[in-house]
């Protein structure tokens, strides 16, 4: 299918692959989709090559970078720590766990500088200082096309930092509650939802005030996407841990094998409409408490000239 570019879907993508990879102790408080046993970080290396691979045989630009320290047991998640926005603007993001903090890069800014048109990079990581943490489009689902940024509040959402962040890049701040149904507050919005060009994905029941999930569903409505509920068990399966990006041929939606799994048929052909399902296998990536999505941050820029 022919499609227009979509400001939603990114062409180009930031991986990192872990050499040392673990399950972060400093992150288990607070997330309730993370393994408590040790991961085999040679079967994680091997994950993000092979996901790697397959995003670039869908004609995705894959900048794909190695993190060879043994302090970063996250770094596989770079999603958390900037995001990039058409118009050229990159934000860095202040991140709760300490450890977490150590992932921020200079060569990932420099690559961007280099072969993106930059303006400005608008950093809020001194923010930690006073505890105000906002862990990039982890902590924000953002509809770049609608300019909305959803989040749910939580120890890494700070209301604060999300005003601001909103105020500089001009979102609208659609924040709620959510919990799992033994009342376990979700730490990160992109567990429960993922914003393609023409659907999104929602685990819905888990916005805990009924007036606000229908302020939610409403707006995702009406920005004319297919909504598709998700049940709590789907999202325990990373369903809404999905990203759409621009391949060669069309949009996809880059999601897990276990995701993939866990959708029924007639939501995998709503998804399908607009955009190819492409399914990766991260079963070790997974036990650290993020899928598909937090393994992958988009590329919102305009390449320089010859480097697209």
């Known amino acids: ?30 997330n309730a989709y993370q393994a408590d046993h040790p991961a085999d970080a040679k079967a994680a290396y091997d994950e993000i090559t092979r996901a790697a691979e397959v995003l670039r045989a869908q004609g995705v630009r894959v900048h794909l970078f190695e993190d060879e320290g043994r302090e970063t047991p996250d770094s596989v998640f770079p999603n958390n720590w900037f995001s ?79 005003e601001r962040f909103c105020t500089h890049f001009n979102y609208e701040p659609m924040a709620f509650a959510a919990a799992d149904a033994d009342g376990v507050p979700v730490y990160h919005t992109n567990v429960l939802m993922c914003i393609g060009t023409g659907f999104a994905l929602i685990g819905a029941s888990m916005i805990t005030d009924p007036a606000r999930r229908a302020e939610v569903m409403q707006r995702l409505e009406l920005s004319g996407r297919v909504v598709v509920d998700l049940s709590e068990d789907q999202i325990a399966g990373f369903a809404g841990n999905a990203i759409e990006l621009q391949g060669g041929k069309g949009r996809i939606l880059a999601l897990s094998e276990t995701a993939f799994s866990s959708l029924s048929e007639a939501q995998k052909e709503a998804i ?37």
Do not use: W
């Not at 990039?84 to 921020?104: C, D, F, Q, S, W």
């Not at 800014?109 to 943490?133: C, F, N, P, T």
């Not at 899928?291 to 010859?306: D, K, Y």
């Open 1 to 30: 299918m022919h499609q227009a570019m979509s400001v939603q879907a990114p062409a180009s993508v930031v991986m990192v692959r872990p050499h040392h990879f673990r399950v972060n102790a400093q992150t288990a408080a607070d």
């Open 84 to 162: 990039t926005h058409a118009g050229g603007h990159v934000a860095i993001y202040p991140m709760k766990p300490e450890n977490r903090r150590l992932e921020r890069r200079a060569d990932v800014i420099e690559m961007l500088k280099r072969d993106y048109r930059v303006q400005d990079i608008i950093d809020y990581s001194g923010l930690e200082a006073d505890g105000l943490y906002l862990e990039g489009t982890g902590a924000m689902v953002l509809d770049h096309i609608d300019r909305v940024a959803y989040a749910v509040e939580s120890h890494r959402t700070s209301p604060i930092a999300l």
């Open 272 to 308: 399908e409409e607009t955009a190819r399902l492409v399914p990766l296998d991260i079963p070790t990536i997974e036990m650290a408490g993020g899928s598909v999505r937090c393994t992958i941050a988009g590329v919102h820029l305009s390449p320089r000239p010859g480097m697209g």
